[in-house]
């Protein structure tokens, strides 16, 4: 039994359909990356699942019951904000503690002075003092307790917002894009944490993010979520190997895809001198695209069969580089990765001729869907006519 | 020797650079320092000096009394009297206006539609003209011919001689002190809150506050902090220097019951012409308004502002 399920969520803002029926199925202890271009409906599908928003339709499962119609505080569900939402005016200790003492605690209880007198409180709230503890010492933020947000860089009020999310055990946690505020360096280490973090606690997560290389390098799975529509979830290197949509293809990988525009004749779809058979025979006279990688994209000697191109410009990058280069025929610009020996010598200007590896072209219909396809030769094809 | 004079050199351009620097500086302050020299700090120490003379309008002399007007002053039942009246009036309106200006702000944020229409229907006392809207208070509390004493008539309560008897001119007066100011502290406190990030609001909601109630507690009223601090401030100062409506309405009557500070103030100074007396009042009016401001300030300040 999955651990979380979203079935058909839909949701629009004033005529405009933001989510348009999204399925999820969150598997006990996984890690979704949930990941798409901003305005994709990726936050707003995260704070309908946190319970801040409510779908128009559809129905979240969690832990087997529908909790579509319970408030955010009963769903038991963490959430780790972009901003991180510290509450300013208390410390690192109370911060993390208002989950617990929200709970734990009736509101006469949580009454400064009188709550005191209450039966019961004291031992509550040393229990909460000690999870509160326990919470800080595991993320190592046991010295910033006395501390007010205001007082911390990114990286602990971060964390802090982490401790906070996490304190209470809940049965589901969220993040919405909760590295975007630190810079580069301490983003990449704080991935690692996370992922370390969540195979310590277990709990699945929901993981927003507009990073694609994030996703890829954090998640079990990964949700693309592109124009309100869950375009594909699966493991990462599916993900980029094999997308579904080209829309995938396309958000996925950096530096990005190279797709170009082709023609399929009697399922036959020919370009640069490689040809690939779509399984669906039938398909002609229909525009289709063509998607490469540009890793699977090199430059050749045999000017035959070759696209002729011209070098625009070129990106150095330590152990690989990256080409720009127009092709003659159509004008689009394809992007090849390179090694820095292969691309030594060449420089903007120069004409090059570039062959694709037909095994790992990719062909996408004209509404965006994967069309299955595999390489073949000439002489197949011509057999395949005649026979 | 060459290195020498190379490097003295520069250091030499650099101090001289930053006297010029300091003197174009002064010179832009220049205009500023003036206009406050001469419009407020003159102002203020010619009061305070007039304060230890017995200087009277139209007199051609002045003579040094020392602390002869202060010593007068405590002596004096009317300045006693208003200063308690002052202090009186200040305790109900300032406490009420907050309260209700707080109240009236989270109501009109809360409310999607109309929310403009009742934010300027709130902030109509405040722009309007007090002495003119008097006259409206003056027939709202006609003890025979006033809708307030008709409708508590209707219930049977016999309504009071609202602005004409001396146990209740006081309190009418706060009523519309209260009236006057709250559309001004709602304004303020809609800029509190529209500062506060949405995203505290669903951390909250996420972290178990279920009711509004506890939102308003762990979230609004601490960032709310830095406002209320202003908004207190204002409001007593505010309330310190009412005047025109005692003016307009009871004429600091019946029987000295309504007389404020600052009518008196203008009493000494303008009808009886006692202006070394007038100014002596009037330092003691400005000496308590520093010691509130600063006593808040000394007071709230650590404890609201977080960063």
């Avoid at chain 1, 709550?115 to 709230?125: C, E, K, Y």
């Avoid at chain 2, 509390?141 to 309560?157: Q, Y």
Wanted: glycine content about 8%; hydrophobic content about 50%; aromatic content about 8%.
């Amino acid at each position: 039994m999955s651990a979380l399920s979203l079935r058909g969520i839909a949701k629009s803002f004033g005529g405009n359909a933001i989510l348009k029926g999204v399925d999820l199925d969150v598997q006990p202890g996984e890690f979704i990356a949930l990941v798409g271009p901003s305005g994709c409906g990726k936050s707003t599908l995260l704070r309908i699942l946190a319970g801040l928003d409510h779908a128009d339709s559809g129905e979240i499962i969690l832990g087997g019951s529908d909790v579509s119609a319970v408030a955010a505080a009963d769903r038991n569900i963490a959430m780790v904000f972009q901003s991180y939402a510290l509450y300013p005016h208390l410390t690192t200790s109370e911060n993390i503690a208002v989950p617990l003492a929200m709970r734990r605690l009736s509101r006469v209880q949580r009454l400064p002075f009188i709550g005191s007198l209450i039966p019961g409180q004291r031992a509550a709230r040393s229990g909460i003092i000690r999870d509160v503890r326990e919470m800080a010492v595991s993320l190592k933020i046991d010295h910033l307790l006395d501390r007010k947000p205001g007082q911390m860089s990114g990286g602990q009020r971060q964390r802090v917002a982490l401790a906070r999310a996490m304190v209470r055990r809940p049965a589901v946690f969220l993040m919405d894009e909760p590295l975007s505020n630190l810079d580069a360096n301490l983003r990449v280490h704080a991935r690692g944490e996370i992922v370390d973090l969540h195979r310590r606690a277990g709990v699945p997560t929901v993981y927003v993010t507009h990073d694609q290389a994030e996703a890829l390098s954090m998640a079990d799975r990964v949700a693309v979520m592109i124009g309100g529509q869950l375009l594909q979830l699966a493991s990462p290197q599916t993900i980029y190997d094999d997308p579904a949509h080209v829309e995938v293809a396309r958000f996925v990988g950096q530096p990005r895809i190279n797709l170009l525009p082709a023609l399929a004749e009697n399922g036959i779809v020919a370009f640069g001198g490689i040809r690939l058979a779509l399984e669906d025979g039938g398909v002609t006279g229909k525009n289709v695209t063509l998607g490469i990688r540009p890793e699977f994209v090199s430059l050749t000697q045999n000017r035959q069969d070759a696209l002729a191109a011209h070098i625009e410009r070129m990106e150095f990058l330590g152990s690989e580089v990256i080409l720009y280069a127009k092709l003659d025929a159509i004008g689009e610009t394809m992007v090849v990765k390179l090694s820095p020996a292969e691309a030594a010598g060449l420089s903007a200007g120069m004409p090059v001729a570039l062959t694709l590896a037909a095994e790992q072209a990719m062909v996408f219909a004209e509404d965006g869907r994967r069309l299955r396809a595999s390489s073949t030769t000439v002489d197949a094809t011509r057999e395949k006519a005649h026979g | 020797m060459a290195s020498i004079v190379a490097t003295s050199l520069p250091m030499q351009a650099a101090a001289a650079r930053e006297r010029n620097e300091a003197r174009t500086a002064l010179l832009f302050a220049l205009p500023a320092i003036i206009l406050i020299v001469l419009f407020i700090i003159v102002p203020i120490v010619a009061v305070v000096v007039l304060g230890f003379t017995d200087f009277q309008l139209g007199d051609k002399s002045l003579r040094f009394v020392a602390f002869e007007n202060y010593a007068h002053l405590l002596r004096d039942r009317a300045f006693v009297k208003s200063l308690w009246n002052t202090a009186t009036y200040t305790a109900i309106v300032a406490p009420v206006s907050i309260a209700l200006g707080l109240g009236v702000a989270l109501l009109i944020e809360s409310e999607g539609i109309g929310r403009s229409f009742f934010r300027t229907a709130y902030f109509l006392p405040v722009a309007s003209l007090i002495v003119a809207m008097a006259t409206v208070w003056q027939y709202l509390f006609h003890p025979t011919i006033g809708p307030i004493n008709a409708l508590l008539g209707e219930i049977g309560v016999h309504g009071p001689n609202w602005l004409g008897s001396s146990a209740t001119a006081l309190y009418s007066l706060s009523i519309i002190g209260v009236w006057q100011s709250v559309g001004f502290n709602m304004v303020l406190f809609l800029a509190g809150l529209t500062a506060i990030p949405r995203e505290l609001y669903a951390a909250a909601e996420v972290d178990g506050a279920k009711s509004a109630w506890d939102r308003f507690w762990l979230v609004t009223w601490p960032m709310l902090g830095p406002t209320t601090l202003f908004v207190t401030t204002i409001s007593i100062i505010n309330a310190v220097k009412v005047f025109d409506t005692v003016k307009a309405l009871t004429d600091g009557g019946p029987n000295h019951a309504s007389e404020v500070l600052l009518f008196t103030i203008y009493q000494e100074g303008f009808v009886y012409l006692r202006v070394g007396y007038a100014s002596a009042m009037t330092t003691v009016f400005l000496a308590i308004l520093v010691v509130l401001t600063f006593l808040q300030y000394r007071v709230q300040d650590r404890q609201v502002h977080y960063t």
